[in-house]
């Protein structure tokens, strides 16, 4: 690497040093001791290690589709859980239906209506999955690849292409597309006045009284002890920040406060992305992966679906944290 890129690199470490953990990502199931091994659907115990989740090592409680990503079934005669493809017929509940859209494990897509997990088919459908099929003024239709908004006039300009991309009309009564993540910078121009505008930018954002502008989230806006809890979500950037009280302020953790966790401050702030080591005693920060891909290498075209289904992976994300904590 050119030495001047390598310096720059060190001098951004240097300079930010307060952790900023990704939501896609977490870490490697061989980072964590048998004890805090955190089982399906990311990892199992093997007998003696944590190792990246495989059927054969789950239960018949965890032999779920839900609980495996669609992975894994239950079988009576051999009483093991075996890896398995299953139909969207199969799929019982909205979530385990839903959790298709993952697609890093499934090439099949489904579609939840009247109650029922099928296959998906945007030609059928009114009501259709932003996320699976395209919707417009006209209804329901296949994927839009490469959505062009400007080609639209005002009054078609209500589409999304499926893959969480969106034209809605601006402020200057144009077409324009939105991705499927907000940008908080455009959160304000999406409403029609300007209260609704504020809370809309909070909910993703922070609307910055001063400024009068929606900027991603920081700890230092909280301002009550009581609120500095744990964490924060920046949507935009897919991110978790820590955040801990200290000084009568509210702070970004540093990697210099995980110097000093002990146990329970580890997993309370380190949550997927630090995690002890009880031979050290020391909060430990893991290399990561990919939170819902096993090996990337066996799914090539697992960039453009990453993209496809961001918004899909980040519910999941917050849904999963969620449960952990
Ligand atoms: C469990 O995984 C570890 C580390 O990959 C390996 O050394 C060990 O042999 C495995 N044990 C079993 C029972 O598969
Ligand atoms: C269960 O295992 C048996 C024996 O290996 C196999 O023949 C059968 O197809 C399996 N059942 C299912 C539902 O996969
Ligand atoms: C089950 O799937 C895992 C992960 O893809 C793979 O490593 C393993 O070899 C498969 N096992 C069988 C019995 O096919």
């Known amino acids: 690497m050119n030495r001047h890129i390598l310096l720059l690199l060190f001098l951004f470490v ?22 805090f091994c955190p089982g399906p659907p990311f990892c199992s115990i093997n007998g003696s290690n944590c190792e990246e989740f495989q059927c054969k090592y789950t239960n018949e409680l965890y032999c779920t589709p839900f609980d495996t990503l669609n992975r894994c079934k239950w079988n009576q005669s051999t009483n093991s859980c075996e890896n398995y493809t299953y139909q969207c017929t199969e799929l019982t509940t909205y979530q ?23 296959p998906q088919d945007c030609t059928q459908i009114n009501n259709c999955d932003s996320l699976s099929c395209s919707m417009s003024t006209q209804g329901c239709g296949k994927k839009i690849e490469n959505l062009d908004c400007s080609s639209y006039t005002p009054e078609t300009c209500y589409i999304t292409d499926g893959y969480g991309n969106s034209c809605h009309i601006d402020k200057d009564l144009k077409c324009k597309k939105y991705s499927a993540l907000p940008i ?23 609307y910055d009284i001063n400024s009068q502008q929606c900027i991603p989230k920081e700890c230092s806006q909280i301002t009550q002890e009581s609120e500095c809890t744990n964490y924060i979500y920046d949507i935009p950037n897919e991110l978790f920040i820590p955040c ?13 406060d ?30 990561l992966v990919d939170r819902f891909k096993q090996n990337p290498s066996e799914n090539p075209n697992s960039d453009s679906k990453d993209q496809n289904n961001g918004i899909s992976i980040l519910q999941w994300a917050l849904m999963w944290i969620a449960t952990q904590i």
């Open 14 to 35: 240097a300079l930010d040093n307060c952790v900023k953990f990704p939501i896609k990502q977490r870490c490697q199931c061989s980072e964590y001791d048998t004890l």
């Open 96 to 118: 385990s239906c839903l959790g298709q859209f993952i697609g890093v494990y499934q090439e099949i897509e489904c579609m939840w209506q009247d109650n029922q997990c099928k």
């Open 258 to 287: 995980f110097e000093t966790f002990d146990l329970h401050k580890c997993f309370q702030f380190g949550m997927t992305h630090y995690t002890w080591q009880p031979s050290t005693s020391k909060c430990k920060q893991c290399s």
């Open 184 to 206: 908080c910078s455009e959160l304000e121009e999406q409403m029609p006045d300007k209260q609704s505008a504020i809370s809309f930018c909070n909910g993703f954002c922070y």
């Open 244 to 256: 801990i009280w200290s000084n009568s302020k509210c702070n970004e953790v540093s990697e210099k």
